[in-house]
């Protein structure tokens, strides 16, 4: 039986350094998932590769923890990951940070809509992992801005996406600019003539890798959980609403009551929030859902039998604040994000006694939970950040903001103005709370360990010891 100690024991098992470890650790992996099992150790032997593998397997891992463990304290070696979306470019980033940032690794997302001068400098400057899409890199590229720019490993991730969007010329013009001393691993989900045809080009002898997508659930809705004690379930909601900073997320409670108050905290703690209930009147539970499906808020705080009907397509993230009543209410409750072939992530909050509960509901439901540690204070800072960046690029432009515009800056000069707005944002929420939220990963695999342990006993206590009582009580 695993125990504690050797948790991430396999992949202990491919040489990673210790840090690199750490990062893996702290991200709550136990073991290697089967992209991972088969990419890491070619990686790491510095082989091309060219592998088949969806979103969901682990597959950034896969890539960037043996490429991140390549450049580990050595001079200012890079990795160049190209990916076909600045969603996709900025997940990466961010994975890569979680599980580089033990070993120092800095990592910058490029993409379109932010200063490219910003961007090269945080490059010139020592960023290790750039995580790019084509064509804001094609620019870095061409204006010379990048200096000594040659990155010992480059990741193409996506392939058959970025043929699709029409980037496959911008790549070929890329990998003009790269050194032909690299390390060129290309990921795709389907592997079209096309793909093949790249591959030919800028891979040297790879291996190959297929991995069937088991791994991936249909609907791409990732589902993760978080242990916490009672007390600080508020303050863990609001930590991953700042770290997820979901473009429209539904929060499932249990009574209408909760919903209340809960959207009365968090309006109070400055997110746009409304509560959808059966007490409400038939009005306002309209107005509530209107609001909700034209993005006036963000946050809808409804209860299973409020939310029965709902139909929004765009639910980036369905947050379970308690463990569902039954596997069905689970399965329900999820199947609000994830639609349309979107992504989606359903998250679900659990206290050391309810984790049974969503156990039980796991079993049942056949759906791949796994947990995660609640983001410290530090973390969230830094990933509510890169969220305003996003929600700012995606902001659509009103026309009254043309006219303020135009009347300050007879007074103000146009940066002056843009840190007072930007000022103004984030006075609005802060990133607040405890330092640290939640059970860490040890306790929760304690947890979980103690859990099969009494299921075992339970499994092999002799027969006649509960069925002796039994017929005792019966009589
Ligand atoms: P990806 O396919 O890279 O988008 O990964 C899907 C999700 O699985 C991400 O949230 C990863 O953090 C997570 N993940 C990757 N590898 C593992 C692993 N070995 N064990 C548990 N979760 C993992």
New binding site residues.
Partial sequence: MKTENNLAGSFRDFGLCDEILKGVEE???????PI?QQAIPVIMEGRDVMAR??????????FGLPAMNAIVRTNGLKVLIITPTRELAS?VSE?LYRLGRFAGIKTVAVYGGQSINRQADMINRGAQVITATPGRLLDHLRSGRLKRFSPRIVVLDEGDEMLDMGFINDIESIFEYLPKERQTLLFSATIPGAIKSLARRILVNPVSIDVTPVEVTPSGI?QLYYVIQEREREEALVRLIDTESPQRALIFCRTKRETDRLSTTLISRGYSAKALHGDMTQVHRNEAIDAFRKGRVDLLIATDVAARGLDITDVSHVFNYHVPFDPDSYVHRIGRTGRAGKKGKAITLVTPLELKELRRIMKVSGEPL?YREIPSIREARKRYLSGIIKKLEDQPVREEAAEVLEELSETMEIHQIATKVLSMLLDRQKVSGPKRLGLNSQEVEQMLYMLKKQKTARSKRPSHQYGGRRRGYRR
């Avoid at 991200?27 to 998932?33: K, T």
């Avoid at 593998?53 to 896969?62: F, L, S």
């Fill in positions: 991200a709550g992996f136990r073991a290697p998932s991972q593998a969806q979103t969901g397997t682990g597959k950034t891992a896969a997940q994975e990732k796994s």
